[in-house]
C-alpha cells in the first residue's frame, strides 16, 4: 500500500514579470509554472487547485466569509520493511467482533412470585 504526504500552499495572486512576458495571463502563467517546477523538482506532484471558504473577522464583533485559492500536491511517502509487514497484517487479520449493544432494561414478567401483603399462616402446616 502506497502512502502519501500532501503539501497545500496559497495559489499566487500576481504574475512575475519576465523579458518578453508582456500580458497579465502570461505573467500569470509565469507564476504558476515557476512554482510548480519548483516543487516537482523536490518531488511533488500536481494534485489540484481548489478555492476554499475562510471566516475573517471584521471589527470587533463581525465575521465575512472570503475565498482562498490553494494548490495540492502529493508525493509518495517511502515506507520501511517493517511499516509494509505491519500494514499486510493489518490487511491480513480477521476483524475485531463487535461489541454487544445492550438495549433498554426490560420489567420483569409477573409470574410465580408471591403477592406482597400480609403474611397468612399456612394451613397445610397444622
Known sequence: MQRFEFKVI???KRGEKARGV???EDRFALALTTLMNE???EGWDYVRADSL???ERTGFTGTKTTFQNVLVFRRAVEMSAME????SRLLLQQPM????RLGPAE???PGNAP???PAKPDLAAE
Open 115 to 117: 403477592a406482597v401483603g
Open 84 to 87: 509494509t509487514l505491519q500494514a
Open 39 to 41: 516543487l516537482g523538482a
Open 97 to 100: 467482533p463487535a461489541t454487544p
Open 22 to 24: 508582456k500580458t497579465t
Open 107 to 109: 420489567a420483569p414478567t
Open 53 to 55: 471558504p475562510c471566516e
Open 10 to 12: 496559497p495559489a499566487p
